[in-house]
C-alpha cells in the first residue's frame, strides 16, 4: 500500500468549516479569526475555507504576515494593490485613504461586486498599513477576511475591532483528541497501525497536528515507519526530539542540495510562480518536495509556497546571511526587469534589496515611509529613510525621518536631521512641517521651550501664507501650554481667526488642554471629543500629533471635572489602541493619565503601578519631561502609601532632569506629600503653598484647587476662601467638592462634611471621601453624639478601604478614634444579638459585673440607651 | 485504528448475530430521544428505514479493514446526508447513540475495549462521510 500523500487529511475541523460557511454566507460577518498555538492547524485550516470557498465560485486571496516582509508598509498585501503606490501631494504626503479606495474599487471591478475570501495567515506579523488596509476592505464588504493568530501574539486591532462590533467570528483552535489522531493516522497512512506505534505518536505530538504530519512524513522518508501486511509499524523509534522546531530542522536538513535551494528561495521570496520555479530546478526537486510535504502548490493561481511558515522560519535561520544575500539581490534583478516603477512588485523588489543590505530605489523607499507614516509605524519610517544615501534625500524625507526620531526618542538626531532640512527647498507646507516639528523636538525632547519659541518666531519669515501662518499661531499657543503657561496660551489661541478642519484640529489639540487646566472643563471635553473626530475626518498628516493626543486630552479634561469613571474607561481603551500601533509618546501620557485618576480615586497601589509604567516607558524612550511628571505622581503615590524613602528616592531620580513645564506647579504635589510621609509639615506646607501661588500666577486653576486642598488636608490650613472663589471661576465639580470640603473643615459643620464625603464619593474620589467622612466623626465626637461620630467614622473606614493602603493624616486621625474597644465590640455584638449578661459572662469566661461594665461603656461612647437601640447603633456601623 | 480494534469491532458485530435489527430499533429510539427535531425529517413507518441502516452498517463494519473499500461507502453516503441537511454537529448525536444501543443490546460485554474501538470506528466512518459531504456539496447550499 504505497501512500501517495498529494494532500495531507485534515481531521476533527469540519464544525469549523461550517462555521466559516455561515459566517461567509449571513452577508453580515466582515471575517473570521482563527486562534491556535503553533502547529495546531491555523493556516490548513484557513486555507481549507479558502479552497471550499473557491471549489464554490468565490474569488479568493491570501496574503502572509513574516518578519522576512514585515519591513515595508503594504508589502504582504502587494498582491490585493491593483495599480502603484499611491500619489504624494504637495505636503508631502501620500494619499493612503485615495490609495485604499482605489484598491477596493478595483478589486471589486476585478471580481464583478463579488467578495474576496482572503486569508491573512499570521496575521499579527503583518505591518499597520498592510491592516489597516484589510481592515477597510473588510469593513466595506469587498473582501472576506480569514485571519490566522498564533496564541501569545498580539491581536491587532482590525481583528478585535471587527470582533467587538460582532462583524467577526471566532474560532478557538485545540489539539486533536486521541480518537481524532487514530482517524488522522488512519487516513494519512491508508490503513491500520500497530498499537504500540499509535501510542507512540500520541505520547510524542499529544495531538499537535502540525507535529503528527511532520513526524508521519520524517518517519515515512527514514524508513521508521514501515506496512507490512496492511498495517503500520515502527521499525525504529521515533525521532526523539520533543520540540517541534528541532523537528522541522531534522526534515530539512535531509533534503538534497537541489531541493534545499528551491526551499530556500521560497523561505525568503515566496509565493513564487510554478513555471519559474520549474526551469531553475528542473530535475523534479519540486514534485519530491510536493510529495514530502514541504511545499503547496496553486494550480489556480500557478503560485508555490512552503507547507507552514514554520518551515520557512527554520530554513531562514539557517541560512548563511550571504546565501541569502545572493538570492535576495537575484530576484530582485528578476522581478525588476519585467515591473514598472512603483508599481505594486516594486515593494517586495526594495524589501528583497532591504534585507539583503542593497540599495533600493530611494523613491520607493520614501514611498513606502510615507505608508508607514500613515499606520504611524515610525521604526519603519526611519529604517527606510536611513536607507537612502544622506545626499538624496530631500526635505520631505528630513522631514519623515525628523519626525520618526523625535518619535522614537532620538531628540539630538531630530534636531540634526529637522535643521538639515530646513536648508533644503522645500514647499510651504513642508517648510511648515519642518519648523512645527522642529519646535515640537525642542519643547518636548529638549526640554527647551525658548529655543522651540523661537524656531516658530524665525519660520514666518518663510511661512507666509495666512493659513499656514495660523497653524504656526497655534503652535505658539502649544509651546506656551506645555511649557506651563495655559493662561498665556489661551490669549495666542484667541488670535486664531481661520476656521478651517486642519486649523480647529491644531487649535483643538492645545485649547482642550488649557481650557481644561484653567477650569473650563466641560468646554474642553466637548472641543477634545470633536478635535478627535475632525482629526479622524482629515485624515492623518505629518507634523500634527497622532489623533489618540485629543483622546489624551478628554482623558485630562475629564480627570479635571472630577469624572473619574469616565476618565479612567476612556485611557484604557486608548492606552489598547496607542499599544498596538507602538507609539511610545502615546502610551506614556495613558499610563501618566491613568496613574493621575488613580489618584485622584484615591487607589493608591493602582496609581504606583501606572505611573512606574509611564516612567520606564518615558525612560526607556528618552522623554525627559514626560519622565519627570510620571516620577512625581510616583513620589506622590509612594508617599501617600506611606513609603518615604522610595518616594525619595523617585524625587532623587526626578532631580536629575530638565525642568520641564507643563503642570509644573503639580510637581510640588510630590514633594509636599514626600515630607508628609517624612513627618516634616512644615515642609509641606511649604511646598503647597509656593505650588499654589505658581498655579495662580500661571492660571492652572484647577491644580491651584488641589494643591489648596491639600494645604488644607496636610497643614489644616484654611484655604476655604480662596478655594470657593476658584471653584466660582471653573465649572468643574471636582474644584467646588474641594471648595465644599474645605468651607465645611472651616465650620466645623458635620453636616456639611457629610455632604462633601457623599460628593467625592459619587466622584470615585474615594480617599477625600473618606477623609470627609472622618471629619464628619471628629465634629460629631466633640459635639458629644457619639452614635453619629461612629457611623461616620465607620463610613470612613469602608471608604478607605478603598484606597488600597492609603495613609493619609486625616485616615490616621480617624484609624485613633475607633470608639470601641476590641472586648466591648465582642460584647456589644452577643448582647445586640439579645444574649443575656450572664450568658455573655459564661460564654466569655468574665464575671457577669464586668460584662456589665463594658456594656455601660459601650452605651456611652455610642451614645444608646437600651439593647434595641444598641443593635441598630452597631448595624448602621457595621 | 488498530488491527486488534479492527477485530474487535468485527467480532462483536458477528456475534450479534439476529439481533442487528435490535441495534437499529434502539438506535433510532437513542436518536430521537436526544434530538427530537429530528424526527420529523424521517418518515413515520421507520422499518423500511431500519432495514437500510442495518445493511449500510454492515457493509460499513466489513469494509473496514480496507480503506479505500470504506473511503467508497463512506463518501457517498456523507454526500447523500449532506444533501438532507445533515451537518457536522449531527455526527457526535449520532454517534452517542450508535454506542448506546449497541450497548443495550450487546449488554455487559460492550465494555472499556471494545466501546473504544467502537468509538474510534465510529470517528473514522464520521470523518470521511463529513469528507464526501464537503467535496459533493458547494459552500452556503
Same mark, same amino acid.
Given at each position: ?584 509618546i502615546a502610551q506614556i501620557w495613558f499610563a501618566a493619565n491613568l ?34 511628571? @510620571?516620577?512625581? +505622581?510616583?513620589?506622590?503615590?509612594? &508617599? #501617600? %502609601?506611606?513609603? /518615604?524613602? $522610595? *518616594? !525619595?528616592? =523617585? ?47 500661571t492660571m492652572h486653576r484647577v491644580a491651584e484647587s488641589w494643591l ?47 455632604? @462633601?464625603?457623599? +460628593?467625592?464619593?459619587?466622584?470615585? &474620589? #474615594? %480617599?477625600?471621601? /473618606?477623609? $470627609? *467622612? !472622618?471629619? =464628619? ?102 | ?141
Open positions: 500500500m504505497a501512500i501517495t500523500l498529494q494532500r495531507w487529511p485534515i481531521v476533527g475541523r469540519r464544525s469549523e468549516l461550517e462555521i466559516f460557511e455561515r459566517a461567509l454566507c449571513s452577508g453580515e460577518q466582515a471575517g473570521l479569526v482563527i486562534y491556535g498555538r503553533a502547529g495546531v492547524g491555523k493556516t490548513r485550516l484557513a486555507d481549507e475555507c479558502r479552497e471550499w470557498a473557491a471549489a464554490g465560485g468565490h474569488p479568493t486571496e491570501r496574503v502572509a504576515g513574516s518578519l522576512a516582509i514585515s519591513a515595508l508598509p503594504l508589502g504582504a498585501v502587494a498582491g490585493l494593490l491593483a495599480g502603484g503606490l499611491g500619489r504624494a501631494g504637495p505636503d508631502g504626503q501620500v494619499d493612503t485613504l485615495g490609495l485604499f479606495e482605489e484598491t477596493r474599487q478595483a478589486l471589486r471591478e476585478r471580481h464583478q461586486g463579488r467578495r474576496v475570501v482572503t486569508v491573512a495567515d499570521d496575521v499579527s506579523e503583518l505591518d499597520p498599513a498592510s491592516l489597516a488596509l484589510l481592515g477597510h476592505l473588510a469593513a466595506q464588504g469587498t473582501i472576506f477576511l480569514i485571519a490566522t493568530v498564533r496564541t501569545g501574539e498580539p491581536v491587532p486591532d482590525l481583528v478585535t475591532g471587527l470582533w467587538r462590533d460582532g462583524r467577526m467570528e471566532r474560532i478557538d483552535l485545540g489539539d486533536l483528541s486521541r480518537t481524532q489522531l487514530d482517524t488522522l493516522l488512519h487516513l494519512a497512512l491508508g490503513g491500520p497501525i500497530e498499537a504500540g506505534a499509535g501510542r507512540e505518536f500520541w505520547d510524542i505530538t499529544a495531538g499537535n497536528p502540525l507535529y503528527v504530519r511532520e513526524l508521519v512524513l520524517g518517519a515515512l522518508e527514514s524508513g521508521a515507519l514501515v506496512e507490512r501486511s496492511g498495517v503500520w509499524h515502527l521499525e525504529d523509534r521515533l525521532s526523539g526530539t520533543n520540540r517541534l522546531l528541532d523537528l522541522v530542522e531534522q526534515r530539512i536538513g535531509g533534503l538534497s542540495a537541489g531541493e534545499r535551494s528551491v526551499v530556500e528561495l521560497l523561505a525568503l521570496c515566496q509565493p513564487l510562480e510554478l513555471s519559474y520555479l520549474e526551469a531553475a530546478a528542473p530535475s523534479g526537486e519540486l514534485e519530491s518536495l510536493e510529495r514530502a510535504g514541504l511545499v503547496t502548490i496553486a494550480f489556480a493561481d500557478g503560485e508555490v509556497r512552503l507547507a507552514h511558515p514554520l518551515h520557512g522560519e527554520v530554513v531562514r535561520g539557517a541560512m548563511p546571511k550571504l546565501r541569502a544575500r545572493r538570492i535576495l539581490l537575484a530576484e530582485a534583478d528578476r522581478l525588476e526587469a519585467v515591473n514598472e516603477a512603483l508599481g505594486p512588485a516594486s515593494l517586495r523588489i526594495a524589501v528583497w534589496r532591504l534585507d539583503a543590505g542593497g540599495r533600493p530605489d530611494p523613491a520607493v523607499l520614501v514611498r513606502g515611509a510615507q505608508l508607514a507614516r500613515h499606520a504611524h509605524d515610525f521604526r519603519v519610517v526611519r529604517r527606510l529613510i536611513e536607507a537612502v544615501p544622506g545626499g538624496e534625500r530631500d526635505a520631505v524625507a528630513a522631514l519623515l525621518l525628523g519626525e520618526a526620531l523625535y518619535e522614537l526618542g532620538d531628540f539630538d538626531g531630530s534636531e540634526r536631521v529637522l535643521a538639515a532640512g530646513q536648508e533644503l527647498p522645500a514647499s510651504e507646507q513642508v517648510a511648515l512641517r519642518l519648523a512645527v516639528t522642529r519646535a515640537k523636538n525642542a519643547n518636548w525632547g529638549l526640554c527647551e521651550p525658548q529655543q522651540a519659541l523661537a524656531i516658530n518666531a524665525r519660520a514666518r519669515t518663510v511661512v507666509t501664507s495666512p493659513a499656514f501662518t495660523e497653524e504656526l499661531v497655534a503652535d505658539e499657543a502649544s509651546i506656551l501650554m506645555f511649557s506651563g503657561h495655559p493662561g498665556q496660551s489661551l490669549t495666542v489661541l484667541e488670535r486664531i481667526a481661520g476656521d478651517d478642519l486642519r486649523t480647529r484640529v491644531v487649535r483643538a489639540i492645545v485649547a482642550a488642554v488649557a481650557l481644561a487646566a484653567t477650569g473650563h472643563t466641560a468646554e474642553a471635553v466637548g472641543v477634545a471629543e470633536t478635535g478627535y473626530a475632525e482629526h479622524v475626518a482629515l485624515g492623518d498628516e505629518l507634523a500634527i500629533a497622532h489623533p489618540a493626543t485629543h483622546v489624551v486630552n478628554q482623558v485630562f479634561a475629564l480627570a479635571e471635572a472630577g469624572r473619574l469613571a469616565e476618565a479612567e474607561q476612556l485611557a484604557r481603551a486608548g492606552a489598547e489602541i496607542v499599544a498596538t500601533y507602538r507609539i511610545p496613574g493621575r485618576v488613580a489618584t485622584l480615586q484615591g487607589r493608591m497601589a493602582t496609581a504606583r503601578r501606572y505611573f512606574a509604567e509611564a516612567a520606564g516607558l518615558a525612560q526607556a524612550n528618552h522623554f525627559a519631561g514626560p519622565r519627570r511628571m @510620571a516620577l512625581t +505622581g510616583l513620589a506622590l503615590a509612594h &508617599a #501617600m %502609601l506611606g513609603d /518615604a524613602s $522610595a *518616594a !525619595a528616592a =523617585a524625587l532623587a531620580e526626578r532631580a536629575a532632569l530638565p525642568e520641564f513645564g507643563f503642570l509644573s506647579p503639580e510637581q510640588r504635589l510630590a514633594d509636599a506629600w514626600t515630607a508628609v510621609a517624612s513627618r516634616q509639615p512644615m515642609e509641606a506646607k511649604r511646598y503647597l503653598s509656593d505650588g499654589a501661588a505658581e498655579a495662580a500666577a489648596l486642598h491639600d494645604l488644607m488636608r496636610v497643614g489644616r490650613q484654611d484655604t476655604s476662601a480662596r478655594l470657593g472663589e476658584l471653584a466660582a471661576v471653573c465649572d468643574s465639580p471636582l474644584v467646588a467638592a474641594r471648595a465644599r470640603h474645605a468651607a465645611a473643615v472651616a465650620a466645623r459643620n458635620a453636616d456639611e462634611l457629610g455632604a @462633601a464625603a457623599d +460628593g467625592f464619593e459619587a466622584m470615585g &474620589a #474615594m %480617599l477625600l471621601a /473618606a477623609e $470627609a *467622612a !472622618a471629619g =464628619a466623626a471628629d465634629v460629631f465626637q466633640r459635639a458629644g453624639e457619639q452614635r453619629a461620630a461612629t457611623a461616620a467614622l465607620r463610613r470612613s473606614q469602608e471608604l478607605a478601604a478603598a484606597c488600597e493602603g492609603a495613609t493619609t493624616p486625616a485616615l490616621f486621625y480617624a484609624a485613633a478614634h475607633e470608639p470601641l474597644s476590641r472586648r466591648e465590640r465582642e460584647i456589644a455584638m452577643l448582647a445586640a444579638e439579645g444574649m443575656a449578661s450572664k450568658d455573655i459572662a459564661e460564654r466569655l469566661y468574665l464575671s457577669v459585673r464586668t460584662v456589665d461594665n463594658h456594656l455601660q461603656r459601650v452605651y456611652t461612647k455610642l451614645g444608646v440607651t437600651n439593647r434595641a437601640d444598641l443593635a441598630k447603633a452597631l448595624g448602621s456601623s457595621s | 485504528m488498530t488491527p486488534e480494534q479492527i477485530t474487535l469491532v468485527q467480532l462483536s458485530f458477528a456475534g450479534l448475530g439476529p439481533r442487528v435489527p435490535d441495534v437499529t430499533a434502539r438506535f433510532y429510539q437513542e436518536l430521537f430521544e436526544r434530538a427530537p427535531e429530528l424526527r420529523p425529517l424521517f418518515p413515520t413507518d421507520m422499518a423500511e428505514l431500519q432495514v437500510q441502516f442495518a445493511t449500510k452498517l454492515t457493509e460499513i463494519v466489513h469494509s473496514i479493514p480496507r480503506l479505500d473499500m470504506l473511503l467508497s461507502h463512506t463518501r457517498a453516503l456523507g454526500a447523500r446526508h449532506a444533501a438532507y441537511g445533515v451537518r457536522a454537529a449531527d455526527y457526535d448525536t449520532v454517534g452517542g447513540a450508535l454506542l448506546d444501543a449497541l450497548a443495550a443490546v450487546i449488554g455487559d460485554s460492550f465494555d472499556g475495549p471494545i466501546r473504544e474501538a467502537w468509538a474510534i470506528a465510529y470517528n473514522l466512518v464520521a470523518e470521511t462521510m463529513l469528507e464526501g459531504a464537503a467535496s459533493a456539496r458547494p459552500i452556503g447550499s
